[in-house]
């Protein structure tokens, strides 16, 4: 019965999701909010079903009370965040309140599968975060000097960028977080959001000179330049491209993007001579077989999850996806793939550009020059780090060891994802306001 | 790249507000627009990415010895499909018992088992390179949600072999009870048709009989060891090849100018290295010296070729290189380096000295040579298939290189072939098929005199159709004993 139950909904799972993500892009087509209003209500019927589809498997391997419990919670809190959104912000982005929900929900029942405990702690950090983010569409309503604070957001950022590397337990060759009380906090997940407020500020005037670009141009290089000391090479990349973007989008120039790229290619060199753990990732990027036997089998690992699962995935409990060292964090993607095929994690992909797009889309919506390019800055921000997540856990290209925005586990990380969700929100909701 | 600059210097004069300022939206947009269908673009290509990973590379990767955790929990979804030769014959397949249990049986018992395997214990030879293919089910969409959804095991794919049941019994029998291995390939395609190893074991009762192989009692017991693939051997005289090869390249036309009178035995800086038996072959051209298998007259040959050439040679002919067929393989061994000293040099250019190589390898070398200095890759499997024979994946063959022109081989097909005719394997010269070929009486350990007996060759010379490279351990000559179980293989191809 058992496995039945498991064969059955690995279908019905991808065919939800399918359906979703379909839906996710099928809207953009519709000119009318009541046009759309349907699609995004059948989207989360589909949504629920997803989610309930997956706990009644684990509910049919575990059968026990705590998971009933832990489910219907969940489904509270996705249902009141949604009713939530409706009811205070009616002119809010459904899609991107859905959208939020879904991977939030991939999150719950993937990480839940591989380890019950913590998914439950992510659940309490997100359902913080997601009180917490809830203000944050009236702050930016109502205090407007936000967008004049770019001196603050560059001392409190590069500062606490600079602290934390002096202070920061280096984890897993990069990465840097420290603990208080028991809590693990990896603030760079913050500073990236305090870092697109700067350089918005910068690139925002109305005089923009060369004088104040190269400025700017300085300063994010200072924030980048800390990163790499502190071995986080993946942010350090995050801040680069994200800068780049937002160069590119304030000033019109493609001079800048190329001068930039030609400078980071010279750095990336430098690096690969200079850090051995740069080098590893990249000799196990090109050879991942080679160096099984080393810690970084990371990456072998992550690939015979993909490959072993196929289109289908082994279902729900059925492989093994707790073989992938750091499953949670960075290869939460690899674990999605092994048991809920690849099929549905391509539906992940989609949902994730989807989010992408209503987000440029709100962009292009914005006239004011700040929150114009603080949301292209958040957008960037949001799709390459999901690109260098998947794109490292398929061998598309090295490691850099991020997490999964929403899905991955990582309290700092699915806080900062969901401030970053809500001010992108804000931002459009200020809009239709007007 | 200059289509917003322009934009941007062209500001048109617009008449109204309204599309002056639509144009000035239009205008701020365009970078936004840029980056995210640039993101677009990254992004599609990494789905992409994913479909070619599981596509094109999937099943090698899902194949890993290193992912046998994985291997074995598709074995509880699927039936482990057989492997089955091209003409038909099952050589490996999964039955069910009066109680619904599974088991893994092999018709052909020992005849198949070092390069089949078997699939339990650890898994050996292609039960274990093919696990993947073997428990993955290509069949329909639909089937394979039918049978998911009725709790049913799913079929596993088939593996088809080149391996061919009349060859392999022909150089199983023909090697009888002596420690050994015999390697039949196609030349032209580098499929192999058959690889014997012994002493064998049979397959079907490897679950029984594992606690023996695995306790004190088995520690001289080599019969798991397949020794066509594993096996490491001095090449003894079958060098001699390469080395003309490296003579060859280096003297290119004046080979035929080449002289020796062997008198028995060679000195060079106070090191005497014998021929077999002593025995004075007297005056010799390069292709007598070949055919005779006259080491001194070799020594003087080979000391004459520069190291760096032979090196060169060697590397071209995959020594210490991994073989690549998807089978555990060891690599062939040439220590070759600017540092051999005279004594290790003449040693190593009649093919003893630290040179080591496998009967594969050596099947590999003939077959090239054999196929005009083509290299092709050898392989044996020829396709995959769904249970109903749809195909799921076939190999076609592909070269590995030109390893020697054109002029090179026709030379040593010559020299291969004056073997047969005049020199040490002329017991397989008969008028029904023509074969050219080299012997190897090659010493092993310290103590003189113990040889291993080596013979490989391909037919017919012109046109070969089929290599063959055969290693009886500790018999003596390559004339005497190597050479006759290469006949029987040879016989058996040909008695169709």
């Not at chain 1, 459904?94 to 929900?101: A, D, G, P, S």
């Not at chain 2, 003309?244 to 080979?255: A, E, K, M, S, V």
Request: proline letters at 3%.
């Amino acid at each position: 019965m058992l496995e039945i139950i498991t064969s059955v909904s690995k279908y019905a799972i991808l065919l939800t999701a399918a359906l979703y993500t379909f839906l996710g892009f099928y809207v953009f087509s519709k000119k009318t909010e009541e046009e759309r209003s349907g699609l995004y209500a059948k989207q989360i019927v589909l949504l629920f079903l997803f989610h309930l589809i997956s706990y009644a498997v684990m509910f049919c391997r575990e059968q026990s009370l705590v998971i009933l419990i832990f489910y219907a919670a969940q489904v509270a809190l996705l249902a009141g965040t949604l009713i939530a959104y409706r009811a205070f912000y009616p002119r809010c982005s459904r899609l991107l309140v859905n959208n939020m929900c879904f991977l939030l929900s991939i999150g719950f029942v993937i990480l839940y599968r591989l380890e019950s405990e913590r998914c439950i702690k992510q659940f309490i950090i997100a359902a913080a975060g997601i009180v917490l983010s809830f203000v944050v569409p009236v702050i930016i309503r109502k205090w407007t000097f936000l967008k004049k604070l770019t001196w603050v957001y560059l001392s409190v950022g590069l500062g606490l960028l600079i602290i934390v590397t002096v202070l920061g337990a280096t984890t897993f060759g990069s990465k840097i977080s420290f603990t208080v009380g028991g809590v693990t906090l990896a603030p760079n997940e913050f500073i990236k959001i305090l870092f697109v407020f700067f350089v918005a500020g910068m690139l925002s005037a109305e005089d923009l000179q060369f004088p104040r670009i190269a400025l700017a141009t300085v300063l994010a290089a200072a924030h980048v330049l800390v990163l790499v000391v502190a071995r986080d090479l993946g942010s350090a990349l995050i801040y680069f491209v994200v800068y780049m973007a937002m160069l590119f989008v304030a000033t019109r120039k493609a001079g800048y993007v190329a001068a930039g790229l030609g400078f980071f290619s010279a750095a990336a060199v430098a690096a690969y001579y200079l850090f051995s753990h740069v080098r590893v990732r990249v000799q196990t990027w090109t050879t991942p077989f080679d160096t099984l036997k080393n810690d970084t089998s990371q990456l072998s690992q992550s690939l015979f999850a993909i490959t072993t699962g196929g289109w289908f995935g082994m279902g729900l409990f059925e492989g093994a996806p707790n073989t992938i060292p750091v499953a949670m964090k960075d290869f939460v993607f690899s674990a999605i793939c092994e048991e809920m095929g690849v099929l549905f994690a391509l539906c992940l992909v989609l949902v994730c550009l989807s989010c992408f797009l209503m987000f440029i889309n709100i962009s292009l919506k914005l006239t004011d020059p700040f929150y114009r390019l603080a949301s292209v800055g958040l957008s960037v921000t949001y799709i390459f780090q999901v690109f260098l997540t998947i794109g490292g856990d398929i061998k598309f290209i090295p490691l850099t060891g991020v997490p999964l925005p929403l899905v991955s586990y990582g309290g700092s990380s699915v806080l900062s994802s969901l401030i970053m969700f809500a001010i992108i929100q804000g931002l459009y909701i200020l809009k239709q306001d007007e | 790249m200059a289509f917003w600059k322009k934009d941007n210097n062209n500001k048109p004069a617009g008449k109204d507000a309204g599309k002056k300022a639509e144009t000035e939206a239009r205008r701020r947009n365009r970078p936004v627009l840029i980056v995210s269908v640039l993101f677009v673009c990254v992004f599609l290509s990494l789905a992409g990415y994913l479909i070619y990973i599981l596509v094109c590379q999937g099943d090698n990767m899902a194949n890993s010895p290193y992912n046998r955790r994985r291997q074995n929990l598709l074995a509880e979804k699927v039936v482990r499909g057989s492997i089955i030769t091209e003409d038909g014959e099952t050589l490996a397949k999964t039955e069910f018992d009066e109680n619904g249990e599974e088991y893994r049986t092999y018709p052909y018992g020992r005849l198949f088992s070092h390069v089949v395997g078997y699939s339990l214990n650890g898994g050996a030879g292609m039960e274990a390179s093919n696990n993947i293919n073997l428990l993955m089910s290509h069949s329909l969409f639909v089937e394979q949600v039918q049978k998911d959804l009725l709790h049913e095991k799913n079929i596993g794919d088939n593996v088809i072999t080149t391996l061919n049941v009349k060859l392999q019994q022909a150089a199983s029998d023909a090697l009888g009870d002596n420690k050994g291995a015999a390697v039949v390939m196609d030349p032209k395609t580098g499929a192999i048709l058959a690889m014997v190893s012994k002493p064998d074991y049979d397959p079907n009762s490897i679950p029984e009989m594992w606690d023996y192989y695995t306790s004190d009692e088995a520690a001289d017991d080599t019969s798991l060891l397949n020794r066509a693939t594993q096996g490491l051997y001095p090449p003894g005289s079958i060098f001699k090849i390469l080395t003309t090869i490296g003579y060859l390249r280096q003297n290119n036309d004046q080979y035929l100018d080449y002289q020796y009178n062997c008198t028995g035995s060679i000195t060079m800086d106070d090191i005497t290295i014998n021929c077999y038996h002593n025995h004075a072959h007297g005056a010799l051209t390069l292709e007598s010296s070949f055919a005779q298998s006259c080491n001194s007259s070799f020594v003087n040959v080979g000391t004459q070729v520069e190291i760096n050439t032979l090196r060169k040679v060697c590397g071209d002919f995959l020594f210490n290189e991994k073989i690549p067929l998807n089978l555990a393989c060891s690599k062939s061994i040439s220590a070759l380096s600017r540092a051999t000293d005279t004594e290790k040099l003449m040693q190593t250019v009649i093919g003893q000295g630290d040179t080591l190589v496998t009967p594969l390898h050596m099947a590999i070398m003939a077959a090239a040579i054999g196929n005009n200095g083509v290299m092709m890759r050898p392989y044996l499997v020829s396709r995959v298939e769904t249970h109903n024979g749809t195909v799921v994946r076939s190999f076609s063959p592909e070269k590995l290189g030109t390893v020697i022109s054109q002029s090179e081989a026709q030379i040593l097909k010559q020299f291969m072939r004056k073997v047969v005719t005049e020199g040490t394997a002329t017991s397989l010269n008969t008028d029904a098929y023509s074969v050219a070929g080299k012997t190897g009486s090659a010493e092993y350990g310290t103590k003189k005199g113990n040889s291993h007996s080596w013979f490989v060759c391909f037919s017919p010379v012109e046109d070969p159709q089929i290599a063959i490279s055969v290693i009886l351990e500790e018999a003596g000559s390559g004339s005497e004993y190597a050479v006759p179980v290469a006949k029987k293989i040879l016989n058996a191809f040909y008695d169709n």
